[in-house]
């Protein structure tokens, strides 16, 4: 600190006038213009006068653009968007909206139609019911639809491979929801082949299930690139390792 | 400023009545002007036309009393400075011969011009010579009468540091102020 209570760095230079530090209130007044030449603090005269002219009223120029602002306004304006907005602008958002509703609708309904049909298939699935009711509904119902929600709905894997074991290997239907439901897990085929050679006539319909299934490989694919994602993790993260080693 | 009326006045002109828009403009316009000018000298009126057909096309969705309003048109207003700054830096065409700048004459000193007539336009032009980031705080503190804390959102600095650069500002300002007047008298 200087011996006036400014830093070295606000001091003047040798011969020229000093120019005292503000206080937060003073730089207030100044700025809002309350603080005229002849209250300033020394040295701020000649500042309270520029900021004063800075703020002050306006000059015969500056108010020279009134009739183009206001022919703007006309023509720009709320009261000109009051006469044009209408019927039409509202015409023309509301396609779009109702479209966006009915396609919302329609895919609302498709899935809920597909919820309906997991469900039913999950149902017919042999071994999530009663071993009777799954026999009797897998044979018309089950093989198309019924692979596909079998592989899709979650906990009717865990119960297909019991299912290939238990009661679906003489049943020539049941094969074929097994091989779909298996075939996203581990390899059960040896199991299920043991019963489906009675169930040959079940083969057509491979070609169905086999389409269908791929969405059910997707999300299982999908852990797959995780870890394969991380592989090229581990490549950056060992370099950096014998970086934190060293 | 416009006042307690100004909430009728900005009703009535975002309803489209003509008559209050022009108190609306007349009263924002000037100080537009002026921190336009030290923003983009010699493109003042352009931004500030841009400026209000903005403000106009927004006056219905607009809410707030009239710091805030200003705070607005401010805000809009550095926008379409920066964005003319910009697409001109993009064209380059900010570039001059420097035979037609030769023939040009040389403008007045700005404290010297401030110092003897005190117009607004001097005083705004001896602002502008501060730093850039100093010259805008205190043209929208001065010119804009805006808030420490309006200031700060409009520009994108802290309010402590809005009231550092207002005191530098300031403090410069005075220094070459009294440099200007010691070196009159000593003529």
């Known amino acids: ?246 | 400023m416009i006042g307690p009326s100004f909430e009728a006045v900005l009703d009535a002109a975002a309803g489209g009545d003509e008559a209050a828009f022009g108190i609306l403009w007349r009263d924002v316009q000037p100080g537009l002007l002026r921190y336009l000018d030290a923003l983009a000298p010699g493109a003042a009126e352009d931004l500030a036309s841009e400026t209000w057909l903005r403000i106009v096309q927004g006056l219905e969705r607009f809410a707030g009393d009239e710091r805030a309003f200003r705070g607005w048109v401010f805000t809009v207003a550095r926008h379409r400075a920066v964005d003319r700054w910009r697409r001109r830096v993009r064209r380059h065409d900010e570039l001059v011969p420097s035979d037609v700048l030769a023939d040009l004459p040389a403008p007045d000193d700005p404290a010297g011009a401030a110092v003897d007539a005190i117009s607004s336009r001097a005083a705004v032009a001896l602002i502008a010579t501060l730093p850039p980031d100093q010259a805008e705080v205190v043209l929208l503190r001065v010119v804009a009468g805006l808030e420490v804390a309006q200031v700060a959102a409009i520009t994108g600095k802290r309010p402590g540091n809005v009231r550092v650069l207002t005191h530098r500002a300031l403090r410069r300002l005075a220094g070459r102020l009294s440099e200007v007047a010691r070196v009159r008298g000593a003529v």
């Open chain 1, 1 to 246: 600190m200087g011996p006036d209570g400014v830093f070295p760095a606000e001091m003047p230079e040798p011969g020229r006038p000093l120019v005292a530090a503000l206080d937060d209130n003073t730089v207030e007044r100044l700025v809002a213009g309350r603080l005229g030449p002849d209250d300033a603090p020394p040295g701020y005269a000649g500042v309270a006068r520029v900021l004063q002219a800075a703020g002050g009223p306006a000059g015969p120029g500056e108010l020279a653009g009134r009739d183009a602002a206001l022919a703007m306004f006309r023509a720009h304006g709320p009261a000109s968007r009051a006469q044009g907005r209408s019927r039409p602008a509202v015409r023309r958002r509301g396609p779009g909206r109702v479209r966006g509703r009915l396609v919302a609708l329609a895919l609302a309904g498709v899935v809920a139609a597909g919820g309906l049909w997991l469900a039913d298939g999950a149902r017919n699935v042999p071994g999530l019911g009663s071993p009777t009711g799954g026999v009797g509904s897998g044979g018309p119902g089950s093989t198309g639809p019924g692979s596909a929600t079998a592989g899709q709905v979650a906990p009717a894997r865990p119960t297909t491979p019991p299912v290939t074991g238990a009661g679906g290997d003489g049943r020539a239907t049941a094969g074929t929801p097994e091989r779909s439901g298996t075939r996203p897990g581990v390899s059960p085929g040896g199991g299920s082949a043991h019963g489906a050679r009675p169930a040959r006539p079940a083969r057509p319909p491979r070609p169905t299930p086999e389409p269908e299934p791929e969405p059910t490989p997707k999300p299982e694919p999908k852990p797959k690139p995780t870890p394969e994602k991380s592989r090229p993790d581990p490549t950056p993260r060992n370099t950096p390792k014998p970086k934190h080693q060293r």
